[in-house]
């Protein structure tokens, strides 16, 4: 089974985006401030369990506006669905495909349709506001600007809950909605930290993998090593590296 293709809104720099996966490898390259740190940092914080809540700066800067909406309408006593549809929410949509002869082990929990010959699984994944929440999000809140986002970064990581569903692929109204662990179960991530000073100040660990392989290459630059493979090293290791012509 694979993940083939995977769509993320409303996350920090990634208000709409939809990534089509390779079958063996998928590279995300783009400048500086283009989105690539905030899609590891959306699976870090979906699928570690020792990760930060979302909060209100990981709602794309584009949509804080639309709070304010959703305010304007509950103060005048919209129906609460309306109110419900008009706030933000963080969403993905991941689609994996497997095929008949595979044993579906947790991804089986996600498999829902009743036709024999699709090979789909569709998972939805939200941050909204939890259900019943909405008068004890904007109780108390007013028109100033400033201590209304104040108010909102204190709720938001107590009253928005992550809400996992299997769809249908055949079928959009048949919905089953699951724990954000049988989504942990199917998939799994590991990172590797960038070797710099300055990383997303959301994660704290050590960024070691550098000091790993510049350990690596100073060994291969020992006298008891081939030839050629010292000079390779010793040539990463003082930044001389050439590309083969």
Do not use: W
């Amino acid at each position: 089974m694979k993940i083939t293709r995977i769509s993320i809104n409303n996350f920090r720099l990634l208000e709409n985006i939809e990534l089509c996966l390779e079958d063996c490898a998928t590279v995300i390259v783009g400048r500086n401030n283009s989105g690539k740190t905030s899609l590891t940092e959306f699976f870090r914080r979906l699928l570690d369990e020792k990760a930060p809540r979302f909060k209100l700066e990981d709602f794309s800067l584009g949509i804080h506006e639309k709070f304010r909406d959703a305010y304007q309408l509950y103060r005048s006593s919209a129906d609460e669905n309306i109110v419900r549809a008009a706030l933000p929410v963080i969403s993905s949509t991941m689609t994996i495909k497997y095929s008949e002869s595979e044993a579906l082990g947790p991804l089986s929990d996600f498999v829902i349709d009743l036709n024999e010959h699709c090979n789909i699984a569709q998972i939805n994944v939200q941050y909204a506001l939890a259900a019943g929440k909405i008068s004890q999000f904007f109780a108390d809140l007013n028109d100033d600007v400033v201590a209304f986002f104040k108010a909102l970064k204190e709720r938001i990581p107590l009253l928005f809950e992550i809400m996992t569903e299997a769809h249908d692929p055949n079928d959009p109204a048949n919905i089953k909605l699951l724990e954000v662990a049988n989504l942990r179960a199917v998939i799994q991530i590991g990172f590797i930290n960038a070797q710099r000073t300055l990383d997303d100040a959301s994660n704290k660990e050590k960024a070691i993998l550098g000091k790993v392989f510049e350990k690596l290459f100073t060994a291969a630059a020992s006298a008891a090593t081939n030839t050629d493979e010292r000079v390779i090293a010793t040539s990463l290791v003082n930044g001389k590296i050439k590309s083969p012509t």
